[in-house]
């Protein structure tokens, strides 16, 4: 199958911009989500981008799609504690929603 | 309504239990979706049913059975089960399977079997 593929893990310090990086291989990918998991939760879409754009600005968080290269990143600005969790980018494959491998975010205060 | 609501939130089961797992959405939406996740991984895709009917398998082992009784209601019926099925089982929904929004998830069921 198709791979979407993150980085395991990112440390930052409280205040600081967080830059989380996925990279995918399908590319008739349409649409690419994120998706927020915090310990024992269920997953949270916290933005999705549609493959004709290059970015998208949601206020913290800012999404930049580079089709050319298929890779997607999620910056989020002015991280909190209460962002520490696990995210994980996904990709719509044919009515299958496929999930990177998690970049676990902890932010140190 | 804008949730997915997965019932029970926890269950520890024998290996010659039967037992089911249930979730429900009032949202239209008329797609729905079990996935299994263990600790530290991404979900991995079981089922999808579309319009009620089911539309993808991913070669799941038949000791997972699902059923969508209607357009409301999915339901995960585990019989026969081994240690190595525990995990996290999500359940989501989306207004159809290849539409932009993403799909919302159910907080899911842990499930430990012993």
């Known amino acids: 199958g198709e791979d979407v593929e993150q980085s395991l893990f990112l440390s930052v310090r409280e205040g600081d911009s967080s830059v989380i990086n996925c990279t995918y291989t399908d590319s008739s990918s349409t649409y690419l989500y994120w998706y927020k998991q915090e310990p024992g939760a269920g997953l949270q879409l916290l933005t999705y981008?549609?493959?004709?754009?290059d970015m998208k600005q949601d206020q913290r968080l800012t999404v930049l799609l580079n089709k050319k290269d298929k890779h997607l990143s999620l910056r989020i600005a002015d991280t909190q504690t209460g962002d520490s969790a696990i995210y994980f980018c996904a990709d719509n494959q044919g009515g299958k929603l496929i999930f990177g491998q998690g970049t676990e975010l902890s932010v140190k205060p | 309504d804008t949730e997915v609501t997965q019932t029970p939130k926890h269950l520890v089961m024998g290996m010659t239990n039967k037992k089911s797992l249930k979730c429900e959405q009032h949202?239209?939406?008329?797609?729905m979706y079990w996935y299994k996740q263990k600790a530290k991984k991404p979900p991995e895709l079981m089922f999808v049913y579309s319009y009620e009917k089911l539309s993808i398998n991913e070669s799941v082992p038949s000791r997972f059975s699902p059923e969508c009784p209607n357009s409301s209601l999915l339901n995960l019926h585990l019989h026969a089960l081994q240690p190595e099925d525990s995990a996290l089982y999500l359940c989501?929904?989306?207004?159809?399977?290849?539409?932009?929004?993403?799909?919302?998830f159910g907080s899911g069921t842990r499930l430990t079997v012993v």
């Open positions: 981008i549609f493959s004709n754009m």
């Open positions: 949202m239209g939406h008329r797609a």
């Open positions: 989501a929904s989306s207004q159809a399977e290849s539409l932009a929004g993403g799909y919302t």
